[in-house]
């Protein structure tokens, strides 16, 4: 009797989680609870500048903005290169992963808006 309620729960866990993983899937929806998803997401829904200083190494090393929108898509912050505590503005050192794993970014976050202050390209 046990074996088979055990069963019968394991069965309806299976189908549920089948279900909310396509229903999610279809919605776009994103999880972006940890600290570097966090930190990506609220510079990507900003608006976005380039300082000078980004603008030329983009222009040298032949990269295109849509670069910068991949890396923030998936990329590693590192919070003590960075001030993400400072008033008014953050900042935010950021590496890109895989492909991109050579571009590093230096981000200026403030409340409407989010600049990319440097690029470095080893």
Known sequence: MLLKRIGYYLLGVSIGAIAVSYIWKHKNATFDYGMDARTLKTIRI?????????????????????????I????????????????????YFITGKEAYKNIS?????????????KVIVK
């Open 46 to 70: 900003k608006e976005r500048f380039y300082s000078k200083a980004a603008l030329q190494t983009l222009q040298n090393k032949q990269l295109d903005t849509t670069i910068i929108s991949k």
């Open 105 to 117: 970014l230096y981000i200026s976050r403030c409340d409407s808006t989010a600049t990319i202050d």
């Open 72 to 91: 923030l898509r998936n990329a590693d912050v590192d919070f003590t290169k960075g001030k993400p505590r400072q008033k008014p503005c953050a900042e």
